[in-house]
């Protein structure tokens, strides 16, 4: 029977990130591109509110005008689908390294058809299991005005029950179609049937195994922000200064530029590292089922 081990996908993450430390720090500066392309472009929009902020009342009235609203909302809308963009680049290039580990350059990015048809897949998914989540919340909805007159003592007991059977689908849902964004990049094509497929069996212990991803991430995440801090703290901020409208434009110094410098530098490598900790294990699990599925027909034939 095919299977793959759990400790090794999870481990994989780490791996990637002491294998591939320039390509993780370039992914986190990635996913942060489109927020920093949106304050750009909305930053003339702004007036001196950005400035000063004892003007932000009088400048802020300004942004109600019709036109600087919507090249607003444009430009919002804009950083929103580089953001999708940047998220399957990202993706696809963790996938590309851990199925073809001696990929070279360009930290595994691309844009081509194995990128167009991981988009296409992770919106079906996410349309899917919203639809999903939606159905649900309005079958409680009905179960819920139906219990009404029930015995407010089974109630709880009904909606804990319904609550654990709701998440364990949502879970087996998530398991079941999260190797199909994997499949796709493999094959360069919508490969619902092949990533559905290769999960069959597999549900609990990919379900299991995306929460303690999720978990690694914030255990990850959560030091590096610590360090961010730390390096912000150590610079010698004035934080009543700071807070002072009429002068913290003038408190900015060398050692406070020094100071955010490497808080960004950390936030960037833990955003780089939390997603590849997220990523790598899904691109891990299929790696060793496909060649778990493949030794299993040679075996057969």
């Not at 194995?114 to 309005?138: D, G, K, R």
């Not at 029950?161 to 949502?170: E, K, M, P, Q």
């Not at 398991?175 to 964004?181: E, K, P, Q, V």
């Not at 808080?263 to 990523?279: E, R």
Request: proline share 3%; hydrophobic share 60%.
């Amino acid at each position: 029977m095919k299977t793959f081990s759990m400790g090794e996908a999870l481990g994989s993450g780490f791996e990637m990130i002491f294998r591939r430390p320039l390509a993780v720090l370039l992914w986190g500066v990635l996913i942060y591109l489109p927020g920093l392309v949106s304050i750009a472009a909305i930053w003339p929009l702004m007036g001196d509110g950005w400035v000063d902020p004892s003007a932000a009342v009088a400048d802020f009235s300004d942004v109600g005008d019709i036109d600087a609203m919507l090249r607003m909302h444009g430009w919002s809308a804009l950083s929103n689908g580089l953001s999708l963009v940047i998220q399957a680049l990202i993706g696809v290039a963790v996938i590309r390294l851990v199925l073809w580990p001696r990929t070279r350059g360009r930290a595994g990015l691309g844009l081509g058809k194995a990128e167009f048809c991981y988009i296409v897949v992770q919106i079906v998914i996410c349309v899917v299991l919203a639809i999903l989540v939606v159905l649900a919340l309005l079958l409680g909805v009905l179960i819920g005005l139906a219990l009404r007159g029930a015995d407010p003592e089974v109630q709880p007991l009904v909606w804990i029950a319904l609550g654990a059977v709701g998440t364990g689908l949502f879970l087996w849902a998530w398991a079941r179609t999260g190797l199909i964004s994997v499949a796709s990049v493999d094959h360069k094509t919508l490969a619902f049937d092949e990533g559905w497929r290769l999960a069959c069996g597999q549900s609990v212990k990919l379900a299991v195994m995306g929460v303690l991803s999720v978990i690694l991430c914030v255990i990850v995440f959560l030091p590096v922000v610590a360090l961010a801090a730390l390096s912000v703290g150590l610079a010698g901020i004035d934080w009543a200064a700071f807070a002072d409208a009429e002068i913290w434009t003038m408190t900015w110094e060398p050692r406070l530029m020094i100071g955010f410098a490497l808080a960004l530098l950390f936030i960037f490598a833990g955003t780089g590292a939390a997603t590849t900790v997220a990523y790598v294990p899904w691109a891990s699990a299929y790696r060793q089922l496909k060649r778990a599925a493949e030794d299993i027909d040679a075996k057969s034939s």
